[in-house]
Protein backbone atom coordinates (compact mmCIF):
# COMPACT_ATOMS: atom_id res chain seq x y z
CA UNK A 1 0.00 0.00 0.00
CA UNK A 2 1.62 3.44 -0.81
CA UNK A 3 -0.05 6.95 -0.25
CA UNK A 4 -0.35 7.09 -4.03
CA UNK A 5 -3.30 4.52 -3.12
CA UNK A 6 -4.74 6.57 -0.50
CA UNK A 7 -4.87 9.81 -2.15
CA UNK A 8 -6.84 11.43 0.95
CA UNK A 9 -3.88 10.36 2.93
CA UNK A 10 -1.56 11.93 0.71
CA UNK A 11 -3.19 15.17 1.72
CA UNK A 12 -2.76 15.52 5.36
CA UNK A 13 -0.10 17.86 7.10
CA UNK A 14 3.25 16.55 7.95
CA UNK A 15 1.78 16.82 11.79
CA UNK A 16 -1.33 15.07 10.91
CA UNK A 17 0.85 12.12 9.09
CA UNK A 18 2.92 11.96 12.19
CA UNK A 19 -0.28 11.49 14.30
CA UNK A 20 -1.13 8.79 12.00
CA UNK A 21 2.19 6.88 12.22
CA UNK A 22 1.98 7.03 15.79
CA UNK A 23 -1.39 5.70 15.37
CA UNK A 24 -0.57 2.73 13.49
CA UNK A 25 2.63 1.76 15.50
CA UNK A 26 0.62 1.91 18.64
CA UNK A 27 -1.72 -1.04 16.69
CA UNK A 28 0.90 -3.06 15.90
CA UNK A 29 2.77 -2.71 19.58
CA UNK A 30 -0.54 -3.17 20.97
CA UNK A 31 -0.21 -6.95 19.53
CA UNK A 32 3.83 -7.46 19.08
CA UNK A 33 3.39 -11.86 18.64
CA UNK A 34 1.75 -10.74 15.59
CA UNK A 35 4.63 -8.99 14.07
CA UNK A 36 7.35 -11.85 12.55
CA UNK A 37 10.94 -11.73 13.66
CA UNK A 38 13.55 -13.32 10.66
CA UNK A 39 16.19 -15.71 11.96
CA UNK A 40 18.81 -12.73 11.47
CA UNK A 41 16.95 -10.64 13.46
CA UNK A 42 16.71 -13.39 16.03
CA UNK A 43 20.49 -13.91 16.23
CA UNK A 44 21.53 -10.08 16.40
CA UNK A 45 19.20 -10.03 19.17
CA UNK A 46 20.99 -12.90 20.99
CA UNK A 47 24.43 -11.71 20.34
CA UNK A 48 23.65 -8.15 21.70
CA UNK A 49 21.79 -9.87 24.88
CA UNK A 50 25.13 -12.11 25.42
CA UNK A 51 27.47 -8.84 24.69
CA UNK A 52 25.49 -6.77 27.30
CA UNK A 53 25.42 -10.11 30.25
CA UNK A 54 28.81 -9.84 29.83
CA UNK A 55 29.39 -6.41 30.06
CA UNK A 56 26.13 -4.74 31.21
CA UNK A 57 28.31 -2.02 32.96
CA UNK A 58 28.59 -0.37 28.96
CA UNK A 59 25.02 -0.14 28.52
CA UNK A 60 24.29 3.45 29.20
CA UNK A 61 21.28 4.43 31.72
CA UNK A 62 18.73 6.26 30.49
CA UNK A 63 19.52 9.69 32.32
CA UNK A 64 22.75 9.16 30.34
CA UNK A 65 21.11 8.48 26.82
CA UNK A 66 18.71 11.62 27.28
CA UNK A 67 21.83 13.47 27.71
CA UNK A 68 23.68 12.12 25.29
CA UNK A 69 21.01 12.88 22.65
CA UNK A 70 20.22 16.50 23.52
CA UNK A 71 24.05 17.39 23.18
CA UNK A 72 23.63 15.92 19.36
CA UNK A 73 20.24 18.21 19.24
Given at each position: ???????????????????????????????????????TERML?????????????????????????????
Amino acid sequence: MSLAELPQLAKLSAEEKLRLVEDLWDSIAASPGSVPVTDTERMLLEERWNSHRQNPGAALTLEEFKERLTKRL
